[in-house]
Structure formats: C-alpha cells, structure tokens
Nanobody, 123 residues
Framework: QVQLVESGGGLVQAGGSLRLSCAAS????????MAWFRQTPGKGREFVAV????????TYADSVKGRFNISRDNAKNTVYLQMNSLKPEDTAVYRC????????????????WGQGTQVTVSS
C-alpha cells in the first residue's frame, strides 16, 4: 500500500513562490502516474497537474498553466509542485494522489491520497 505525505505549504505573499513535495513510500513509486489536486470549501476538489511515471509527460489545469511546474525524482520517491506567481485564488489545501489510469477513466482512479498541505496566498 502506498503512503503519501505532502510538505512545503505555508503562507506566502501574492507574486511569490512555493515548492510543495509529496513523498511516497513503497518500492513501486516509479511505476505510478502522480497528480496534484487542491481543495477549497467553495470550489471543492480541483485538478492541478499530473505527471506520468517517467516524468516525460505533464498536464496542467488552465488556471495554473505557465505558473506551476510538476516534476518528480523517482530516486527520491518524491513528486514536486513548483508554484510561481502565486495568486490569492491559489489558496487551498494541496494534496497529491496516485493516478491508477492516466489518460482514461477507471474504477478507483485515485485510491491513494496524502493528507494535504495548506497553501495560503495573501495580498
């Protein structure tokens, strides 16, 4: 069973940057596509970005395209989300998840989630 732990959240001013990390346990980390989501009371869960198993393919939500960058270091079992030019609307709890069926629909697409890390962007 995969365990995911996010870190790196905090308070940052608008226009600033923050780098989130998602550390995964298990020997099979490198076989999983990984995704970042964010959750707010008003909008619920929102897709942010996803990266394939090798790190060679990424997809971003339009709202973060050009500002955020997802990457991974399989040697460290870690996925990153570099967030630049942050806006107050980026404020949310950010969670990483395993994507069981990248690019398609399936049952239990997201079975494994981290607990989340709070990102607050002030103006």
């Amino acid at each position: 069973q995969v365990q995911l732990v996010e870190s790196g959240g905090g308070l940052v001013q608008a226009g600033g940057s923050l780098r989130l990390s998602c550390a995964a346990s298990g020997r099979t980390f490198s076989t999983y596509a990984m995704a970042w989501f964010r959750q707010t009371p008003g909008k619920g869960r929102e897709f942010v970005a996803v990266i394939n198993w090798s790190g060679g393919s990424t997809t971003y939500a339009d709202s973060v395209k050009g500002r955020f960058n997802i990457s991974r270091d399989n040697a460290k079992n870690t996925v990153y989300l570099q967030m630049n030019s942050l806006k107050p609307e980026d404020t949310a709890v950010y969670r990483c998840a395993v994507d069981r069926c990248l690019g398609t629909m399936c049952q239990r697409k997201y079975d494994y989630w981290g607990q989340g890390t709070q990102v607050t962007v002030s103006s």
